[in-house]
């Protein structure tokens, strides 16, 4: 079981938008619409901001969206603030009934 | 709100075995799959294991098959993880989370506790 391929690291201004990418394979991403984002805080539950590729839980922000092409998908953080420093990882159902995560990427808020 | 609540993490010795919990409330218990995710000192998230709504169905990651069993409780509302013959690669905090829709066991994952910490050491 392989897991999905994202930047260590990511950084924007306020006000900036960053887009942060989780490559995978056809086994995968490229074959599911179960693509989904998480934001995790040391000590916190992690929180589920993106599913279904690009639909948002309730109450999260329109400054986060998803998207995919192929085999890899996108978070974007548009209008960034300094909250959103954290850690963010992807996740995709792969067809061995098993579910993928991304090793996570750190995003910095400068 | 939905409430999701770990237990039964602590230090085992490599080789024994250990029952991690679940408690879930404040929705359809059985109306949803659940999964378990660790996360490593350091490192990042890893899906371990997955049961069905009705728990006919479970999944597990190649790192746990064999060793873990991943099983619920209806009537309680508790998800369990049943490690065994553990070694010093399965310490980490283990959380539990509900699918974001019922009836399919692959959705995102909606609700998570705050984790529960296995240390495996000698």
């Known amino acids: 079981q392989s897991g999905l391929t994202q930047p260590p690291s990511a950084s924007g201004s306020p006000g900036q938008s960053v887009t942060i990418s989780c490559t995978g394979t056809s086994s995968d991403i490229g074959g599911s619409n179960d693509v989904s984002w998480y934001q995790l805080h040391p000590g916190k539950a992690p929180k589920l901001i993106i599913y279904d590729v690009i639909k948002r839980p309730l109450g999260v922000p329109d400054r986060f969206s998803g998207s995919k092409s192929g085999n890899t998908a996108s978070l974007t953080v548009s209008g960034l603030q300094e909250e959103d420093e954290s850690d963010y990882y992807c996740c995709s159902y792969a067809v061995t009934n098993t579910l993928a995560f991304g090793g996570g990427t750190k995003l910095t808020v400068l | 709100q939905v409430q999701m609540v770990e237990s039964g993490g602590g230090v085992v010795q490599p080789g024994r075995s250990l029952r991690l919990s679940c408690s879930a409330s404040?929705?359809?218990?059985?109306?949803?799959?659940m999964h378990w995710v660790r996360q490593a000192p350091g490192k990042g998230l890893e899906w371990v294991a997955g049961?069905?709504?009705?728990?006919?169905?479970?999944y597990y990651a190649d790192s746990g098959k064999g060793r873990f069993t991943i099983s619920r409780d209806n009537s309680k509302n508790t998800l369990f993880l049943q490690m065994s013959n553990v070694t010093t690669e399965d310490t980490g905090v283990y959380f539990c989370a509900r699918v974001v829709r019922g009836g399919d066991p692959w959705t995102a994952l909606y609700n998570w506790g705050r984790g529960t910490m296995v240390t495996v050491s000698s």
């Open positions: 404040r929705y359809p218990f059985s109306s949803f799959a």
């Open positions: 049961i069905s709504d009705a728990g006919i169905s479970t």
